[in-house]
Structures are given as C-alpha cells and as structure tokens.
C-alpha cells in the first residue's frame, strides 16, 4: 500500500484490502499532528503576547522618560524666564499746579531690558505725559505721522495707562515707547534714557491738577 510524503497516511489502490487497522493508523497520526500542532500555537501566542506586554512597557517607560525631560525643560524655564521687577509705587500728589513731576529718572529706565511704567492720572484731567518737563518727546497715535506736542503720550483722565519703553541696559539710547490706553500711541524722544530727569504730567488745558497720580514702574533687568 502506498504511504503520502508527509505523515505516512495510507493511500489504497483499488487492488488494496481496506483494513479497519489502517484507519485507525491513520486517524491515530491525524490526532497527534493536529494536538502538536495546538501546542504550538499555544506557544506562539504566549511568545506573542509576552512580546506584545514587553513593548507596550518599553513604550510606556519611554514615555515616561519624555515626560519627566519636558517636566524638567518647563521647570529650567519658568526658573530663568525673564520676569518684571517693581522698580517704583507710589503715589504722588498735585500740588495745585498744572504741572506735576514723576520720579522716574533714567537711572531706573536704563537699568532695564525692557520697562513698564504704569501711570493713573489725577482726577479725571486728560494730561499729556512729558519727559523733564514738555521738551524733546513727541507722540504719534495709532502710529501715524508724529505730532509734536511735548509729550510722549496723551494720557486719558482717570484711567491706568501703561507705556512699555525699551532701553536694552543702553543709556544712550533715545527715549521710545508704545501705550495703549485710550488709543494706541507711539511716544518717542530725541533725549536718551540717560537724559531723563523726570516726567511730568501735563494737563491738556493747562488747568490746575488735583488730586494723586499713581505710579508704578517694573523693569526686566
């Protein structure tokens, strides 16, 4: 009787004599490849699963370790990101003039990268902002054509405006700033930051003052 390549199954001719035996051989031979081969699939998916819950933790600890670099790159941020520094606050008051002096030299201006003065004016006077009085500043709202009227700024009454000047720690530098506040102004000067003294309020009439201006400058040095 002939026998097939693989697993050696009977093959009858019809010259052969059909055996119970020989089904049984058969059958036999079927059952132990099929259980064999159950076995090792078995094995492949637990090789499989096992590399499977291996990768998914290399993923995990790899994300983790991104994590905690980010962490720690925000942190060394926040620690050295530059920061305003309240250099001036205080409240000074009108004096009953139309006038009235900030202290707010350029020694305080120049030390700075960048500096934010923050100013309140008194009662509800519109006011013109000045550098040592009304000489050398001009101001251009909405960064139109400059208009020279003495000042850096047209401060509305009653309102905080903040004015951002930019000194880079040069002295020499001319005077210039941007506000917003009751528009958008850019205030420039042919003084440099060394040059300043003081700046002055202005009432916008000439009218007396009255009341207290409040002020704050911050820098980031």
């Not at 093959?11 to 132990?32: G, H, K, T, V």
């Not at 096992?50 to 994590?67: F, K, N, P, T």
């Not at 050295?80 to 009108?94: D, G, N, P, T, Y």
């Not at 030390?111 to 923050?118: E, K, T, Y």
Request: glycine content about 10%; proline content about 3%; charged content about 20%.
């Amino acid at each position: 009787m002939r026998k097939t390549e693989q697993y050696q199954l009977n093959q009858w001719d019809r010259s052969d004599r059909i055996l119970m035996e020989d089904f049984n051989e058969d059958n036999a031979r079927i059952d132990a490849a099929l259980a064999a081969l159950r076995t090792l699939g078995a094995g492949e998916s637990a090789r499989l699963d096992a590399a499977l819950a291996a990768l998914e933790r290399r993923s995990q600890d790899a994300l983790s370790a991104a994590r905690t670099a980010l962490q720690g790159d925000i942190s060394r941020l926040e620690t050295e990101k530059l920061r305003f520094e309240v250099l001036v606050e205080k409240s000074v008051s009108a004096g009953g003039d139309s006038t009235l002096n900030l202290p707010v030299g350029g020694s305080i201006l120049s030390r700075c990268v960048v500096a934010a003065v923050d100013i309140r004016t008194p009662g509800s006077r519109n006011c013109y902002l000045g550098i040592n009085g009304s000489i050398g500043s001009h101001w251009a709202p909405g960064f139109t054509a400059g208009t020279s009227n003495g000042g850096l700024a047209l401060l509305p009454g009653g309102q905080t405006c903040r004015l951002l000047f930019f000194p880079m720690k040069r002295p020499a530098a001319p005077v210039a700033c941007v506000m917003a506040g009751g528009g958008l102004y850019l205030g420039y000067s042919d003084l440099s930051y060394s040059s300043v003294s003081y700046l002055q309020l202005r009432d916008m009439n000439g009218s007396k003052l009255s009341g207290a201006a409040e002020l704050r400058v911050s820098g980031i040095l």
